[in-house]
């Protein structure tokens, strides 16, 4: 079986460390953005299995982006996980009002975090 892949949209340097730092420690495949514009341009290029979203991005929110990605038909069936420091109540809604998958929340548990992943995956094989 080859490596799930995984698109990282996350703009905190130390954020985006540790969840490469857990998702390379299970064997995913990994790369990473800082924005949500350069996300819509490493999706030309190659399609992940997962895509993980942080909600708080400069320029265009995490949300707005997801948005985007489930109206366009070469993205939308990818799976997006929201990422988000929000601990607003209302915040879980939003996301899958915007088209995510699941929620996690940072700072990221390391368990909490690899079993929303591996969830995300699953449910995707599933709809395959
Ligand atoms: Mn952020």
């Not at 953005?33 to 265009?60: C, Y």
């Not at 990221?108 to 992943?117: G, M, N, R, S, Y």
């Amino acid at each position: 079986m080859s490596a799930k892949r995984i698109l990282l949209i996350e703009d905190n340097a130390v954020n985006r460390r540790l969840a490469q730092f857990l998702l390379k420690s299970q064997g995913y495949e990994v790369w990473e953005v800082g924005s949500a514009p350069e996300a819509f341009a490493s999706l030309k290029e190659r399609q992940p299995d997962l895509i993980l979203m942080d909600i708080q991005l400069p320029g265009m929110d995490g949300l707005t982006a997801t948005r985007q990605l489930k109206g366009d038909p070469t993205t939308r069936d990818i799976p997006v996980l929201a990422v988000t420091s929000y601990a607003m109540k209302g915040d879980e809604a939003k996301a899958f009002e915007a088209g995510c998958s699941g929620y996690v929340t940072k700072p990221i548990d390391k368990t909490l975090f690899l079993e929303a992943v591996a969830k995300a995956l699953k449910d995707r094989e599933r709809k395959d």
